[in-house]
Each structure stands twice: as C-alpha cells, then as structure tokens.
C-alpha cells in the first residue's frame, strides 16, 4: 500500500486546513489510518486515527474538537479536517496504515505504511 499525503500549507492562527491521505489502493480498506505529526525538534507524535471501514475515529487530547477525519470510498482517500489552527499545529502531518487496534493506534510501530508528509504551517 503506498500513501502520499497532501494538503499542508501556510494559514493564519486560526484558520483551517484539509489534509488528504490517498491511498494507491482498495487495499488499505482493510486497515487503520493514523494521522501523526513531527515539529521540527520534536518527536513525532499521534494526532488521530480511524478503521477505514466502520469504526469510529479517534482523536488525540491535542487535537480534540478541532480536527474531523471523513472518508472518500471513491477516491482511497481520508481526510483530516483541521480548524481552529494554532502555531503549536505547525508540523510535518504524516499519514500512515496499519491493522491497529484500540490499545496500539497511537504508536507508530503499529503502522507499516507510510506517506512523505505534508508541510503545516500556522501563522501568528
């Protein structure tokens, strides 16, 4: 399965963005996607994550309330749509799959395919 994010940008405090993780195949319809992220000079870290078929999306304390992931069955895409944009958002986005589960979905070892990322930056 090969990913590629896109998507990222420059926005203003505040503002929104949609980030696109299209998948090569149908393939990843049996698989989790995880949405992480990666400040320069920081760990990578876990944003969210959801079950491409069924499951509900789940979403790291650091992202909660702003950020909503949708599915396009059509296109092997999912999105994350991100609002309310801080500065402390500004990070590579990273989308990645793998058959995580509820317990190992934030971890990154529970991945095996990974996108380029895609370059977020929120203005002051």
């Known amino acids: 399965v090969q990913l590629q994010a896109s998507g990222g940008g420059v926005v203003q405090t505040g503002g929104s963005l949609r980030l696109t993780c299209a998948a090569s195949?149908?393939?990843?319809?049996?698989?989790?996607v995880g949405w992480f992220r990666q400040a320069p000079g920081k760990e990578r870290e876990f944003v969210a994550s959801?079950?491409?078929?069924?499951?509900?999306?789940y979403y790291s304390d650091i992202v909660k309330g702003r950020c909503t992931i949708s599915k396009d069955f059509a296109e092997n895409a999912m999105y994350l749509q991100m609002n309310d944009l801080k500065p402390e958002d500004s990070a590579v986005y990273y989308c990645?799959?793998?058959?995580?589960?509820?317990?190992?979905?934030?971890?990154?070892?529970?991945?095996?395919?990974w996108g380029q990322g895609t370059l977020v930056t929120v203005s002051s």
């Open positions: 990645a799959a793998g058959r995580a589960i509820a317990s190992t979905r934030m971890y990154q070892s529970a991945y095996d395919y």
């Open positions: 959801s079950r491409w078929s069924g499951g509900v999306p």
């Open positions: 195949s149908q393939t990843v319809r049996g698989y989790t």
